[in-house]
């Protein structure tokens, strides 16, 4: 199995990847919503912007 990252031998250590490093760069990927799956629907247009909204009025 190759490291998902850097394509390197995992390390049974912290399988899936070869190193902490990879690891970290993929739960930096995750925390940015990285992996996010695109939405067409409606409803989560609607969420997302309430939610821009929201976040908007709390930076100022």
Known sequence: MSC?????????????FCSK????????IW???GYSIPSDAPEDIENAEEEADAAQKWQH
């Open 21 to 28: 490093r990879c690891a970290d760069i993929d739960l930096g």
């Open 31 to 33: 925390l940015k919503g």
């Open 4 to 16: 998902p990252i850097c394509k390197r031998e995992t390390d049974p250590k912290y399988r899936p």
